[in-house]
């Protein structure tokens, strides 16, 4: 575990605040972090998270003068207790909402049970859940996929979906050619639903979840 970063970025009176989880490259962040300089959009990143150090999704943080911080689970004796410090992490910035981008790890009680946690995946789940969504369209014979942002429960992309949207697959495409469609419109859903649900909050009734 490391401690947040030391840089600060101002936040805009009035805005909703959002800790932002990344695993990767952070393309889906970097739409965030895009988004939230804008005053209007009433969002503010408090912090970037992530389960391993050196990747790119902290280097665009720290290009935009987020802190950061890196939690991994080797660090730990079991992922109880990675679960738990990363909670304690996220909780230092007390944020509205908590937003999974391409993070690969699943969460457990300890963060579920303190934030409210929203994670895209590309594929319409309940269909195609887990890490290989496009590849697993692909091989089905699915004409149309997509992506969906959705709370985050305790299982592997089985939480109340809030938001989706459809995206064809071409008689051609090739697993590339295709996500890199979904990811288009991914970035446009997550930007749409991570500023309504942080600023108005999300409710969730039978397992629809709605923003009010």
């Known amino acids: 575990m490391t401690a947040p970063d030391a840089a600060t970025a101002a936040p805009a009176p009035g805005s909703a605040g959002i800790v932002v989880l990344v695993s990767g490259s952070?393309?889906?962040?970097q739409a965030l972090i895009d988004a939230?300089?804008?005053?209007?959009?009433?969002?503010?990143?408090?912090?970037?998270?992530?389960?391993?150090?050196?990747?790119?999704?902290?280097h665009r943080a720290a290009a935009a003068g987020i802190p950061t911080f890196v939690c991994r689970v080797q660090d730990y004796p079991d992922r109880g207790a990675w679960d738990a410090a990363l909670a304690d992490l996220i909780g230092v910035h007390e944020p509205a909402l908590v937003v999974s981008a391409g993070f690969m790890k699943i969460l457990g009680p300890a963060v579920l049970g303190r934030f409210t946690v929203v994670n895209?995946?590309?594929?319409?789940?309940?269909?195609?859940?887990?890490?290989?969504?496009?590849r697993d369209a692909i091989a089905y014979g699915a004409k149309?996929?997509?992506?969906?942002?959705?709370?985050?429960?305790?299982?592997?992309?089985?939480?109340?979906?809030?938001?989706?949207?459809?995206?064809?697959?071409?008689?051609?495409?090739?697993?590339?050619?295709?996500?890199?469609?979904?990811?288009?419109?991914e970035r446009h859903l997550l930007?749409?639903?991570?500023?309504?649900a942080a600023r108005e909050g999300v409710t969730v009734t039978d397992r629809k979840a709605t923003i009010p």
Do not use: M, W
Not at 26 to 29: F, P, V
Not at 41 to 52: C, K, M, N
Not at 120 to 134: D, K
Not at 191 to 196: H, M, Q, S, W
């Open 26 to 29: 952070g393309t889906n962040l």
């Open 36 to 58: 939230a300089a804008d005053p209007a959009y009433g969002v503010r990143i408090l912090a970037v998270g992530a389960d391993r150090a050196g990747i790119t999704g902290l």
């Open 120 to 134: 895209t995946h590309p594929a319409l789940l309940p269909a195609f859940p887990g890490a290989h969504a496009v």
């Open 144 to 185: 149309v996929t997509g992506c969906t942002v959705h709370v985050v429960d305790a299982g592997v992309d089985t939480g109340p979906v809030i938001a989706q949207t459809a995206v064809e697959v071409r008689d051609d495409d090739t697993e590339e050619s295709l996500h890199e469609r979904i990811k288009t419109v």
């Open 191 to 196: 930007v749409d639903v991570v500023g309504r």
